[in-house]
């Protein structure tokens, strides 16, 4: 009986010795799929990859991304890779579907944005919401055509200063239609009508009510989906968003046979559409429909969300901070008591004048990171800094990791405007906007709003904020999971 057992126990730790191998084997051979179909079958270019491993086989690292966004310290999915890999500012992986090379050291960030090897490559969602023939799908030839065509109408000082009326009239009538309002308003959304009302002016020439709202809420919708599982599935965010981009097409065409229209009667005002429709292809044919929509619903879109997530930011950060929240309001005095009695409005020159203004946005913009990496890949095989980067890979332009470096910006969790007395800081270490021949082209026409907004607030208005210790969203932006719930209250 007694040897019965014996023999039955070590039948059992066999079973159970098979079962842990085969698990150790099956486990060794799936996590190492991706690694066989995308590094091994490189031959000799594997050896001079980044470090890093791709994951598990189609998801690759999903999953610890979206467990470090989805908590409040996202800042841990780079910082485990330095943990397992060293500081290279460099790591291979697998994220959003494709092989990819995160790189997120200053120098390198720089280098990769600056490459013309190095184009737009964002994830399927995007490119689908966004269109074939969007900024994201075009040749480096026709971005830089369209990119020119594009930065008449928005940049230069001329450009600037023709626009600061629209916008403070946009602001000032805004901001009083917000403190005239009984209960609390989700301050998110209203800045985003806020900054979309402006650039729907600039780009399409429209002041109609009815129209902006629906555009606002198409974008609201369009959003969320760009970072999101390309699901056309009732019910999956990238459905709601498809939803959403075939909504703003009609509204798109809509405008453009009214433009058309209105191109022929004389002393017409040209607006950015116009300068759209009149582009051409390079054999000199007229950019046709669907390249026009698809031009038309990224410029919307990148012309009002940015500018938007960054003066709510500004505007929390500083009634966090009263002495700083004083500080700001004190420089908008002195602007107001410098200027002669007859002059109405702000000018230019007196917004270029500003100094600690524009240290609160760059330090909103750097720590709020509206994006936390910038989407590329490369045409061909690109060497970065003695590491290979293959032919067809994504290229993932870390800019968070830059901008919440310690050794860059001490305490980097902190709001410190200060810290920008620093010129040292500007360049390299400083990349929202992205960097190279692709760098945002409306991004003084976005601070311009964001300057003239934060003039007229911190003069007029005050934030009251109805919850205490919100937590942070950080996907698919970083704002207060309840979109900053709060009363507009108007200062005596």
């Not at 709020?368 to 061909?380: H, I, P, Y």
């Not at 969790?413 to 190279?436: A, D, H, Q, T, V």
């Amino acid at each position: 009986m007694e040897m019965e057992m014996e023999m039955g126990l070590e039948l059992l730790c066999s079973i159970l010795a098979v079962v842990a191998a085969t698990y150790v084997f099956l486990f060794g051979f799936i996590k190492n799929i991706n690694e066989w179909y995308y590094v091994t079958r490189l031959g000799k270019k594997k050896n001079t990859l980044p470090p890093g491993d791709m994951g598990w086989p189609f998801i690759g690292h999903i999953y610890s991304f979206f467990k470090a966004f989805n908590s409040q310290d996202p800042d841990t999915f780079i910082e485990n890779l330095v943990k397992r890999y060293g500081k290279t500012g460099i790591y291979k992986t697998h994220l959003f579907g494709s092989p990819s090379i995160i790189v997120c050291s200053p120098e390198l960030c720089r280098k990769a944005l600056a490459d013309e090897h190095v184009l737009f490559g964002y994830p399927s969602s995007a490119r689908q919401l966004a269109g074939k023939k969007s900024l994201y799908g075009i040749s480096a030839s026709e971005h830089r055509r369209l990119r020119k065509i594009a930065m008449n109408p928005i940049n230069g000082d001329e450009a600037l200063a023709s626009h600061i009326e629209l916008i403070e009239g946009i602001v000032t009538t805004s901001l009083e239609e917000l403190a005239s309002m009984e209960g609390p308003v989700n301050f998110f959304y209203e800045m985003r009508k806020i900054t979309f009302k402006v650039i729907a002016h600039i780009v399409l020439g429209t002041t109609q009510e009815s129209v902006l709202s629906a555009l606002v809420k198409c974008y609201s919708d369009l959003f969320p989906g760009i970072v999101s599982m390309p699901v056309n599935i009732p019910g999956f965010v990238f459905h709601r968003a498809l939803k959403a981009r075939k909504m703003l097409l009609k509204i798109f065409k809509d405008k453009v046979a009214e433009r058309r229209a209105k191109t022929t009667e004389p002393d017409c005002k040209k607006e950015m559409i116009d300068f759209f429709m009149e582009a051409e292809y390079d054999d000199g044919k007229k950019l046709d429909d669907e390249h026009l929509m698809d031009l038309l619903l990224i410029f919307l879109f990148a012309g009002h969300e940015t500018a938007a997530h960054t003066a709510m930011w500004a505007t929390i950060y500083l009634h966090h901070h009263p002495e700083m929240l004083q500080k700001a309001k004190e420089e908008q005095q002195e602007v107001i008591k410098r200027r002669p009695a007859s002059q109405k409005g702000l000018t230019l020159t007196e917004i270029k004048q500003m100094e600690y203004l524009p240290k609160v946005i760059d330090e909103s913009m750097r720590r709020a990171n509206f994006a936390f990496t910038l989407f590329r890949k490369v045409e061909t095989d690109v060497n970065l800094n003695g590491y290979t980067i293959p032919k067809g890979w994504k290229v993932l332009v870390w800019s968070r990791a830059v901008h919440m470096d310690p050794t860059i910006y001490p305490n980097p969790k902190e709001f410190l405007p200060s810290r920008w007395e620093n010129p040292g800081l500007k360049g390299k270490n400083f990349i929202p906007f992205g960097g190279g021949s692709r760098i945002c082209p409306g991004s003084e026409l976005g601070k311009l709003e964001v300057s003239i907004f934060l003039h007229y607030f911190l003069l007029n208005y005050r934030l009251e904020e109805l919850n205490t210790n919100v937590p942070t969203i950080t996907l698919p932006l970083t704002r207060p999971a309840d979109n900053c719930l709060a009363r507009i209250i108007k200062l005596p």
